[in-house]
């Protein structure tokens, strides 16, 4: 059951409040007055406050600043209730952080409305969405709600993608973006002279094209399946929709889309600055977390493209790791005995010279 503060001097307009909100359900507590009010916020932590500005010793307004400010009740919804209507009043409780503004008289209907809206949108903020299609699914159901829009990513599609299947190719216009539901993919760059550096390397739950809808701009690298892998397909303007929406909703799908960026980040600085050794640990890691298995299948020049080097400097690192117990060899195929060993390659540089 949710929990609602209810902050109101006039008693009369406290107790029909508190009836109807009850009657929805929601669990209520009330304050007759700002001081009240901040000290319950604090030791009860409500699901969304209701708050009339108008009040004696402590206004609305105070609440809000005084609450905005703690840590534990920051993020609690909030919401004005007052007659007073004027657009100053509205833009002031607005910067100061108020979600909505009701005001008197209002009936049953617009405050449960209002209510509900807040909840639901709090609740996708607050929700962690696995990182796999049904989580995906969850996100798009609850966006839909509260976005009241059923078609929302309606023209979603899977698709199949055999192995070296192209997806798109460096510098074709975006239509769409893609969500691993279960294969890998590579993506690359391809240089003047033809060669290739892989950039990014996607797994179930991730997500993958969407740099070019954020620019407007064309793909800025290729992408091809690794393996057999299946994609969930999303129009562009379904990603715009959801990266424009309310905070909460855009908040939400911001963090799902995000796990990648602090990898790519660090890989710039890998390549600038980190030996071919320590970036063929790095790259082999990579593959081990990807297939999750044992076994590492991929060609030595996919590697190479992977570290930035040529092909024959990252063979000699595969057999100085080979020589030290680090990695075997089977027909082509790499098996990590000891990725922790790895892991040491890539933070301390423990090449021998």
């Known amino acids: 059951m949710k929990k609602i503060l209810l902050i109101e001097d006039n008693p009369e307009v406290r107790e029909n409040t ?104 709090i609740s996708i903020l607050r929700k962690q969405y696995a990182a796999d299609a049904a989580g995906l699914d969850q996100f798009i159901a609850d966006a839909q709600k509260v976005l009241n829009l059923t078609d929302l990513c309606k023209d979603r599609k899977v698709k199949t993608y055999k192995k070296k299947a192209g997806i798109y190719m460096e510098g074709e216009m975006p239509n769409a973006f893609f969500f691993v539901k279960s294969g890998n993919v590579k993506c690359f760059r391809t240089n003047a002279d033809g060669k290739e550096l892989i950039i990014s390397l996607y797994k179930e739950g991730d997500f993958f094209g969407y740099e070019g809808i954020l620019e407007n701009s064309n793909y800025g690298e290729s992408a091809v399946a690794l393996e057999d892998s299946e994609l969930t397909v999303i129009p562009r303007h379904d990603f715009l929709t959801l990266l424009h929406s309310h905070p909460e909703i855009s908040g939400a799908f911001v963090t799902l889309l995000c796990k990648k960026i602090a990898e790519k980040e660090a890989q710039l600085l890998n390549l600038a600055y980190n030996s071919v050794r320590q970036r063929t640990a790095e ?55 000891h990725p922790n060993k790895l892991e040491q390659v890539v933070k301390w540089n423990v090449a021998r010279n």
Do not use: Q, W
């Open 18 to 121: 508190a009836e109807i909100l009850a009657l929805a359900s929601y669990e209520v507590l009330t304050a007759e007055n700002g001081k009240i009010g901040v000290e319950l916020a604090g030791r009860e932590r409500p699901d969304l406050i209701i708050c009339d500005i108008m009040m004696p010793e402590l206004d609305g307004y105070g609440v809000l600043h005084i609450l905005s400010k703690k840590p534990e009740t920051a993020s609690i919804p909030f919401i004005f209730l007052t007659a007073k209507t004027e657009k100053t009043d509205i833009r002031k409780g607005m910067t100061l952080g108020a979600d909505d503004y009701l005001t008197k008289p209002f009936d049953d209907t617009d405050l449960l409305n209002a209510v509900e809206a807040r909840l639901n949108k």
């Open 283 to 337: 790259a082999l890691l990579k593959i081990h977390d990807l297939k999750e298995k044992d076994l590492v299948s991929i060609s030595r020049d996919d590697l190479a493209k992977m570290v930035g080097t040529a092909s024959e400097s990252v063979i000699r690192v595969l057999s100085d790791f080979r020589e030290e117990g680090i990695i075997s060899i089977e027909g082509g195929k790499i098996h990590v005995l």
